[in-house]
């Protein structure tokens, strides 16, 4: 199984997964608040499209793994970003009853 290839299912294997993809502190990764995702999702965003433009320039430093990984990543911290604005957002009135 590559490296590349991740599962993200908890805050530990989370960070550890995206140790592997940024170049972030492990404080900024287990930053779990609205801030802290932001930041990633940007610097997350960014590392994409740096290694999109590799691929599209037949680049030899282009690693489809790594994209892939990253585009999957990408789309996971964007939705649990939006889960949680969401959340904060609702109103305590509206908020389901377990």
């Given at each position: 199984?590559?490296?590349?290839?991740?599962?993200i299912?908890?805050?530990?294997?989370?960070?550890?997964?995206?140790?592997?993809?940024?170049?972030?502190?492990?404080?900024?990764?287990?930053?779990?608040?609205?801030a802290?995702?932001?930041?990633?999702?940007?610097?997350?965003?960014?590392?994409?499209?740096?290694?999109?433009?590799?691929?599209?320039?037949?680049?030899?430093?282009?690693?489809?793994?790594?994209?892939?990984?990253?585009?999957?990543?990408?789309?996971?911290?964007?939705?649990?970003?939006?889960?949680?604005?969401?959340?904060?957002?609702?109103?305590?009135?509206?908020?389901?009853?377990?």
């Amino acid at each position: 199984m590559s490296q590349n290839n991740l599962k993200i299912s908890d805050d530990d294997s989370r960070s550890d997964a995206l140790a592997r993809l940024l170049p972030l502190w492990p404080n900024e990764l287990s930053d779990t608040s609205i801030a802290g995702r932001q930041r990633i999702v940007a610097v997350m965003a960014r590392a994409l499209r740096a290694e999109r433009q590799r691929g599209r320039a037949g680049h030899w430093a282009y690693d489809l793994g790594r994209h892939a990984a990253l585009a999957r990543a990408l789309t996971r911290e964007r939705a649990e970003l939006a889960a949680l604005q969401q959340a904060i957002a609702m109103p305590k009135s509206k908020l389901p009853v377990a």
